[in-house]
Nanobody
């Protein structure tokens, strides 16, 4: 059973930067499609960024050009570098992974890390 643990959230002023980390235990991430989601109070969880097994990356329009998703060479940790942060980026950020497993798939969520952008 793979588990994801996020870290790196906190309070930052508008225009600032944060880097979130998602560390995996129980599996190498080489065959996992990984993503970051976020959920603000009173809203549904939204997809922010994705990196697939081929290393291809996609971003939501709201973060494109400001956020970067990446994975370390050991395939154990996924990062979300967030620059030029805005108050509307305030949310709980979740790491998610999905991989083929037998004839189906398996997936897992992290517990979330709070990001607050405020002056």
């Amino acid at each position: 059973q793979v588990q994801f643990v996020e870290s790196g959230g906190g309070l930052v002023q508008p225009g600032g930067s944060l880097r979130l980390s998602c560390a995996a235990s129980g599996s190498n991430l080489g065959l996992w499609n990984m993503a970051w989601y976020r959920q603000a109070p009173g809203t549904t969880r939204e997809l922010v960024a994705v990196i697939n097994v081929a290393g291809r990356r996609n971003y939501s329009d709201s973060v494109k050009g400001r956020f970067t998703i990446s994975m370390n060479n050991r395939k154990t940790t996924v990062y979300l570098q967030m620059n030029s942060l805005k108050p509307e980026d305030t949310a709980v950020y979740y790491c998610h992974g999905k991989a083929a497993y037998g004839t189906g798939s398996r997936e897992s969520w992290g517990q979330g890390t709070q990001v607050t952008v405020s002056s």
